[in-house]
């Protein structure tokens, strides 16, 4: 609780009013914008991902209770093999990794049939922009990467700030760096930032811990609709000052809304000028003062020694007398 006395505040209720200021910033010139895309497509491209990656989720979590149904019987060989006079047993085949007998079989072999067609994470989908950037038409076109979803608002965006441009070099690679391959509605890659969530939703649907980055091939029988939405309402990713027709890009200049307090100028004045003369952290030592303590300890001490020698006198006679 402030206290104000004669109609002037304390330090407290000075310190609490703020004053606004505005500060202005330039912008990168290598910063790249990420293609516009509203939040109906964003939607509409995540729920139409995770409907359509259920059974890769399903191929996932059975890859696991599999592993774990591998590994008990392999333990359970060892042992009957150990009992049995080390006769080995015979290995486990690896068409049984998944029987016909479990549940949703069809799916789970539908979704191991899908990864065919995916990428997952950040580091997959790079290389393989990487490598259509750097091979262009020679790559295949069923191996060519026809859509890049991330997650940038569950990223921190240091780790996703290459996709504009390498999305830009793998697309221009392939269908051209002219105008007319970068409007929407064409063929080619396309890079759609898709906000707070996603990721989340991504990963329970490909039963996997996080999933930032998907990359989808092109050809895929499932994921095409997703496909054809993103062409449609997705440009494709554009660095200006690479291409043919390079256009004059003005510098982006930034303000900044901001608050600092607001300080007494009495205080500041003070502030500076105490900033200014910093008072000496050593005060000096008092001569006088030194020179007089100095003065009365040597006096003290040589009237304790002249009462020693007074009495060594009697003392050497006592001991002459009992001599004696």
């Known amino acids: 609780m402030s206290v104000i ?17 505005f500060k202005h910033a330039l912008g990168k010139p290598q910063a790249m914008a990420w293609p516009e895309a509203d939040q109906e497509t964003q939607s509409g491209i995540v729920d139409m991902l995770c409907t359509a990656l259920g059974p890769v989720g399903m ?50 072999m539908a979704g191991k049939d899908l990864l065919a067609y995916i990428v997952l994470g950040i580091n997959g989908t790079t290389r393989m922009l990487e490598r259509q950037a750097r091979s262009g038409l ?25 996709f504009p441009g390498l999305a830009h070099t793998a697309h221009a690679a392939v269908n ?24 989340q939703k991504l990963a329970n649907a490909v039963c ?18 997703i496909v054809l939405k993103a062409r449609v309402g997705v440009a494709p990713p554009v660095v200006p000052w690479i291409g043919t027709a390079v256009a004059f890009h003005p510098m982006q200049v930034h303000e900044l809304h901001t608050t600092a ?23 000096p030592a008092d001569k006088s003062g030194s020179t007089e303590t100095k003065k009365r300890r ?6 304790t020694g002249d009462g020693c020698r007074s009495r ?7 001991k002459k007398s009992k001599a004696s």
Not at 5 to 21: D, H, I, L, N, P
Not at 208 to 225: C, H, K, M, T, Y
Not at 312 to 318: C, D, F, I, N, R
Request: net charge positive.
């Open 298 to 303: 040597r006096d003290s001490i040589k009237a």
């Open 59 to 108: 191929y996932f979590a059975e890859s696991r209770r599999a592993s774990k149904r591998l590994a008990h019987r392999k333990r359970r060989a060892v042992r009957s093999a150990n009992n049995r006079n080390n006769k080995k047993e015979p290995p486990v085949k690896p068409s049984e990794r998944f029987p016909t007998t479990i549940d949703n079989y069809e799916s789970v």
């Open 261 to 283: 307090p607001i300080l007494d100028k009495k205080r500041g004045e003070a502030a500076a000028n105490q900033k200014a003369n910093p008072p000496s952290s050593v005060a």
């Open 5 to 21: 006395a004669k109609g002037r505040a304390t330090m407290r209720t000075v310190s609490e009013k703020r004053r606004q200021v």
């Open 138 to 162: 020679s790559v295949p076109e069923s191996e060519r990467i026809a859509l890049v979803v991330v997650c940038k608002g569950d990223v921190d965006p240091q780790m996703i700030a290459h």
């Open 312 to 318: 060594g006198p009697p003392k050497q006679q006592a």
């Open 208 to 225: 996997q811990q996080r999933v930032s980055v998907i990359g989808i091939r092109a050809g895929a029988p499932l994921l095409d609709e």
């Open 176 to 199: 051209g760096n002219s105008r007319e391959s970068t409007k929407s509605g064409d063929g080619g890659l396309r890079l759609v930032g898709v906000g707070k969530g996603a990721e």
